[in-house]
């Protein structure tokens, strides 16, 4: 066999293996909004009192993204080939906190830069852009900080910073470290979401890396969704009497203010002894993106990411 031959088999290789990971990415994304319709069709039709049940809306939809999404897509990923898992660290408690400070500086300031983008898109369009983040205050607190605080993060470090960024190592931690961070952000499948999952994905994708372990990510992962979400929540059912509540309110925006600043000061103090291994895998970073994006698997994946994201901003 030729070098050139061997060169465009392993390109293929490459390939199909990338386009195994769209599959995966796609069942995340597609099975839960099928599994959701069918049963709501078939009930709707059967007239059935279930459907005036609140309750049962929102345990169809975590059954559907929990019990099915996220298991069909971890099976997938499963059977591909991962290399070994670097030497357990654990994170220091301060590292923990600075990860976290960083975190969530990541999350408000994003935040704020896609709520400016949406505003301006609502402005052109006539009409504000949906935010699928504002539907959950309307769900009960308690299935809130369940989901949120719990499955979301269990599931997701499991999948995006475990699985999935354990086999992407070999191309390099900084390929590895950004393609997890943009699938988990792509995922999310609306602008809302999309730059805060991305910057948040790479902090906790980074500390999957120098660790080696997902308890670290998974307890940071829920931290940050509860300030970022459920804190609030929390805070207005306290009594108004003598101003707690707003006291209370204050405090938490004051904290807000400084997580920020703190999170910016961290991250400038220790970007230079940030550091990512080169993977084994000897290709061209411009080819590593081509391969990745370039097959059926990730091209349908990203193709249903683009069309969910234009339904929030224009039909929703």
């Known amino acids: 066999m030729d070098s050139g031959h061997g060169a465009a088999m392993g390109y293929r290789e490459h390939r199909r293996l990338f386009s195994r990971m769209g599959w995966a990415l796609l069942s995340l994304l597609a099975l839960p909004v099928a599994v959701e319709i069918i049963p709501i069709f078939l009930l709707t039709l059967m007239r ?6 609140s309750w049962f809306g929102m345990a169809l939809s975590a059954a559907a993204v929990y019990l099915v999404g996220y298991p069909v897509a971890w099976a997938i ?6 290399p070994k898992p670097p030497q357990k660290s654990a994170l220091t408690p301060q590292q ?21 983008l949406t505003d301006a898109i609502g402005a052109l369009r006539g009409a504000p852009v949906s935010n699928p983040v504002e539907a959950l205050g309307s769900y009960p607190l308690a ?104 006291l209370a309110l204050g405090a938490m925006s004051l904290g807000v203010v400084c997580a920020i600043v703190l999170g910016v000061v961290f991250f400038l103090r220790c970007r230079r ?5 080169r993977g084994s895998v000897e290709l061209s970073e411009g080819r590593k993106w081509g391969l990745f994006f370039a097959n059926p ?6 193709l249903a990411v683009v069309a969910a994201v234009c339904a929030f901003l224009f039909l929703v």
């Open 143 to 246: 299935y809130s900080l369940i989901v949120s605080c719990v499955l979301a993060p269990l599931a997701e470090e499991g999948m995006f910073r475990g699985l999935l960024l354990g086999r992407l190592r070999p191309y390099g931690e900084p390929f590895a470290l950004v393609i997890s961070a943009l699938t988990f952000a792509m995922m999310h499948g609306n602008l809302s979401q999309l730059l805060y999952a991305f910057t948040v994905g790479l902090v906790l994708g980074y500390v999957a890396l120098r660790t080696g372990r997902l308890r670290e990510c998974v307890l940071l992962h829920a931290l940050v969704n509860f300030v970022g979400g459920s804190l609030g929540p929390l805070l207005e059912l306290l009594p108004q009497q003598y101003g707690i509540r707003d």
């Open 297 to 302: 698997g990730m091209a349908v994946y990203t």
């Open 273 to 277: 002894s940030l550091w990512l291994e």
């Open 48 to 53: 059935s009192p279930l459907m005036e049940q």
């Open 96 to 116: 923990f906190f600075r990860a976290l400070f960083v975190a969530l500086s990541a999350l408000y300031l994003t935040n704020l830069i896609t709520v400016l």
């Open 77 to 82: 990923l499963r059977t591909l080939p991962a």
